[in-house]
């Protein structure tokens, strides 16, 4: 079962011109910053939006389950197309993180 949607993520190309969009028009706060790669937005309902510049398809949401592997397998079988294989979050240490925030 999916437990949690910890964050949304649009590719953009121009993530200087995506950035002042989200910050300037729209009034969005920047939660998290990892160079020109990746920059999280705080939404007013406590998700997260986050822009990247790596990946070639999008949008595309972040899914967490209590059993990861049989939720992909269901979700295949409802024709749903999966972009990325299930990996586990890690910190520059290489520990897992016991949460997204």
């Not at 993530?15 to 706060?29: A, H, T």
């Not at 749903?80 to 299930?86: E, G, H, L, S």
């Not at 979050?89 to 520990?95: A, F, L």
């Amino acid at each position: 079962m999916i437990t949690k949607a910890p964050f949304f993520a649009h590719p953009t190309s121009n993530m200087d011109e995506s950035k002042s969009f989200y910050q300037n028009v729209l009034g969005l706060k920047i939660e998290k910053e990892f160079g020109n790669v990746w920059v999280e937005f705080a939404l007013p309902d406590g998700n997260t939006l986050a822009v990247e510049t790596f990946s070639k398809e999008g949008p595309y949401l972040a899914l967490e389950s209590d059993d990861i592997e049989k939720e992909v397998v269901r979700l295949k079988e409802q024709g749903v197309k999966v972009i990325q294989d299930v990996w586990e979050n890690k910190d520059d240490d290489g520990h897992p993180f016991a949460k997204w925030r």
